[in-house]
Each structure stands twice: as structure tokens, then as C-alpha cells.
């Protein structure tokens, strides 16, 4: 099978980010530890929509359930939907400027994580602390940042 260069470098991605997700880390720093693979899902959704969209964020919601060893879907489930909502925005997202883009994004995340709360409440785990919440403010910061990056990264290797 062959698989083109672009897709390779969105998987190649897509892992790293997987990877930084379950890093091991000390204790308080945990609550700081971005939603990687979200944040890189909204990228390319963003980038290339007509190539990465609501099946990516379910496979990769699938891939973060298996890896971290948290419920089986409950990823899949948020990030499907943040998924569609990206997909849906896309062109909005696109328009707005650096730190528009950093707040919607920062909506993304908080609704990403309350449907991830609302599965593990609906599968009887206990809720968790406030903390909870600190990685999407982690995300916002980031996001600059990471779609300069990541931009450049796509225009160097010119994926389209």
C-alpha cells in the first residue's frame, strides 16, 4: 500500500502528538499538559478539511483511548464532534485573526473535555478536580504558536 508523503507527515504528527500526550510527567505539571493530539487534529482539519476531518478524530480519539488507557470511546466520541464542528467552521476559523482563532480554539478544547466529562460521568467515574480544566488555557496559549509552526512546517514540505 502505498501512502502519499503528506499523509505521512499528518500521521507522523499525529503520533509525536500521541506520544507527548502520555509522556510521563511529575504530578503538577500533569494538570498543565496540553491536549496534543486535539490541538494537532484542529490543525489539520483547518489546513487540509477535504483530507482530514471527522474520521481522523475518531480513529485518533480511538488511538488516545487505547494509549492512555482511559474508556474506550470516550476520546473518540469528543473528538468526533469537535471534529465536525472544525470541519463545519472551517472557513470562519480561517478568517479570523491569531488570537480569534486561540479563543475558538479554547472552545474547542472546553467542549472537547466536557463531552469527555459528561461519558466518564455517564460511566459512573468519579468527577475530576478543577485542574481539569488548566490544559485547555494551556491550549489556547499554545495554539499561536503551534499553527506558526506547524504552518511552516506545511509550507517547507509543501503539503497539500
Known amino acids: 500500500m502505498l501512502i502519499r508523503r503528506d499523509t505521512g507527515i ?3 504528527t499525529l503520533i509525536i502528538a500521541l506520544l507527548l500526550t502520555v509522556l510521563p510527567m511529575s ?5 498543565f499538559r ?7 487534529l484542529i490543525f489539520w482539519i483547518l489546513t487540509l478539511p477535504t483530507r482530514v476531518g471527522v474520521f481522523w478524530s475518531f480513529f485518533m480519539g480511538l488511538m488516545l483511548d487505547v494509549t492512555a488507557g482511559t474508556l474506550l470511546g470516550q476520546h473518540a466520541l469528543s473528538f468526533s464532534i469537535m471534529g465536525y464542528l472544525v470541519v463545519e467552521l472551517q472557513q470562519r476559523l480561517q478568517l479570523f485573526r491569531a488570537w ?4 475558538s480554539v479554547w472552545l474547542l478544547l472546553t467542549l472537547e473535555r466536557l463531552l469527555s466529562l459528561w461519558v466518564l460521568g455517564a460511566a459512573g467515574q468519579p468527577t475530576p478536580a478543577l485542574s481539569y480544566w488548566f490544559a ?4 489556547m496559549i499554545l495554539w499561536p504558536w503551534l499553527m506558526i509552526l506547524l ?3 506545511t509550507r517547507t514540505l509543501d503539503i497539500t
Open 100 to 103: 480569534q482563532q486561540a479563543l
Open 27 to 31: 504530578d503538577w505539571l500533569l494538570y
Open 151 to 153: 504552518r511552516d512546517l
Open 34 to 40: 496540553p491536549q496534543w493530539v486535539a490541538l494537532l
Open 10 to 12: 499528518i500521521i507522523a
Open 136 to 139: 485547555t488555557f494551556v491550549g
